[in-house]
């Protein structure tokens, strides 16, 4: 029994160990259970939620399904259209071969034309240069011979035959011009009762030449007016050579003469100084020379018909080679359209008359006169030139202008006043000591041209009809002493910085 009790004691001792084991492991399944029932409402309420997002996807997947569908056939579209493209490429890259190859051929042939064409530019280019450049070192050498030499320069020009005249082939027969080079340009032969007679001048205009012809070759002349220096221009020759058309022109912008194209290019030149400082004033005056008599054609109220009586003009000269007429109307200009104002006003004013030699003679010397006042604030430098414009009347034989009466007069104070130049000239051409400047008006207002330090030129105008080749070599042989004369070295007048207390002198007025 008490080995039945132990044995009974140790398995109820054994049962009691197991008991609390099987509570133990109970619990532990409690336990279990309790955290497999919040996992379980945990996964339920996540289940739902991924339910939720998976019927969303579900939406989103098909919307997803139904663009991919778009989006491949796009790409469908897009791979043939690529494969278009490739294929346009392909074609297009093996055009573009050959159109490189092309290229290369032609830039290769550019650039050797272009070679080619460079080197000739180059060349062309110098020898425009040199060419340029011998021009103005041949006038260049020439104005300085001539101002070294002291001469006055001389111009020739033939006027055509006119439109109502018979020329018969006669111009060929009475002047020609010689082509040696020497005298081309410079020459002129003229046969005279069957005798040849050659004169030779500074240059020779023939029938044909352009009045811009004429204007070029005595362009720099007028410029020197600008640069302060005393410059005269006349026209000398018999009635009807084409005196006035060679000074005053015609209307038209072809037909222009000297003086109207002279203030154009003096205006013209002044306004393009003014970049350099320069600043201009110029002041016209104009005047005839009748039977001995000035008269002042700018002077208020005065026409070819009323000439005012009583007044007397004198001529004065200064130290300093200015020439200045008392009581002479003197004008501001500012512009060439002021002085073709004035100029209209002075022709109108100008004595002119009808002879057997010209329907239109002017019986009276015919004087414009330019002052031209220029400063430099920037240098301080002034200059005070004078361009001088003269239209002689024309010298005539009494037996062929059948001049009678007021006509006669006029005629014989004309070639007396010529004649007096003429002994002027011969003086100066023998070097006299006493010059008779005085025995005329128009010779002693003219003294600072031809006695001083003027820039002069004189142009000769001659008719070439065979019945006025007498009167043609007169005024030839007359033009050929003109040239030998020698007169002073032209002088400018400046005045620097440091001398403009005298400035007053160069006012404008």
């Not at 000035?294 to 018909?305: E, F, N, W």
């Amino acid at each position: 029994f008490q080995s039945s009790q132990k044995e009974a004691i140790r398995v109820k001792e054994e049962l009691r160990k197991e008991v609390e084991c099987l509570r133990a492991d109970l619990q532990q399944v409690r336990e279990d259970r309790d955290q497999s029932v919040a996992q379980l409402n945990t996964l339920t309420a996540e289940l739902a939620t991924y339910s939720e997002q998976a019927r969303k996807s579900s939406k989103d997947s098909e919307l997803l399904r139904i663009k991919a569908a778009a989006f491949e056939e796009t790409c469908s579209s897009q791979q043939e259209q690529i494969e278009t493209l490739q294929k346009q490429l392909a074609v297009a890259t093996e055009k573009l071969k050959h159109a490189d190859v092309t290229a290369i051929e032609a830039m290769t042939g550019y650039e050797s034309q272009k070679e080619t064409i460079k080197d000739l530019e180059e060349r062309l280019a110098y020898a425009e240069f040199q060419i340029i450049e011998a021009d103005k070192l041949r006038k260049k050498l020439h104005n300085t011979i001539l101002e070294l030499k002291g001469n006055i320069r001389v111009f020739c020009r033939v006027r055509p035959f006119l439109s109502d005249t018979d020329s018969n082939g006669q111009e060929e027969a009475i002047i020609s011009y010689p082509s040696s080079v020497e005298n081309a340009g410079r020459g002129i032969d003229l046969m005279n009762q069957g005798q040849k007679c050659s004169f030779s001048y500074d240059k020779v205009f023939d029938h044909s030449a352009s009045q811009d012809d004429v204007f070029v070759e005595m362009s720099q002349l007028v410029q020197s007016a600008l640069d302060g220096y005393k410059v005269c221009i006349f026209a000398y020759g018999q009635t009807g050579s084409g005196k006035t058309y060679t000074m005053m022109g015609k209307p038209g912008r072809d037909q222009k003469g000297i003086i109207p194209r002279s203030l154009e290019q003096i205006f013209k030149t002044s306004q393009s100084l003014e970049s350099q400082g320069w600043k201009y004033c110029m002041q016209a005056s104009m005047l005839e020379i009748y039977n001995e008599t000035i008269r002042d054609l700018l002077a208020p109220g005065r026409s070819s018909s009323e000439m005012p009586g009583g007044k007397q003009y004198t001529i004065k000269h200064d130290s300093q080679g200015n020439t200045t007429v008392s009581d002479l109307t003197t004008t501001n200009v500012f512009s060439t359209a002021d002085v073709t104002s004035l100029l209209e006003k002075a022709s109108h004013s100008r004595s002119v008359g009808k002879t057997q030699m010209n329907e239109q003679s002017s019986r009276s010397h015919f004087v414009f006169t330019l002052k031209i006042f220029g400063s430099n604030e920037s240098t301080g430098q002034q200059v005070q030139g004078v361009l001088n414009l003269i239209d002689l009347a024309g010298s005539e034989r009494l037996t062929k202008s059948g001049a009678t009466g007021e006509r006669l007069k006029e005629t014989q104070a004309i070639n007396k006043s010529l004649s007096a130049l003429s002994d002027v000239i011969f003086a100066i051409a023998k070097n006299d000591d006493h010059v008779p400047f005085r025995n005329s008006k128009l010779t002693y207002l003219l003294q600072p041209c031809l006695g001083g330090d003027s820039k002069t030129l004189m142009f000769v105008n001659v008719s070439p009809e065979a019945s006025s080749a007498g009167e043609t070599l007169c005024s030839l042989r007359f033009a050929s002493r003109v040239n030998a004369c020698e007169i002073g070295v032209a002088r400018r007048q400046t005045q620097s910085k440091s001398s403009s207390d005298n400035s007053n002198r160069l006012s404008y007025g």
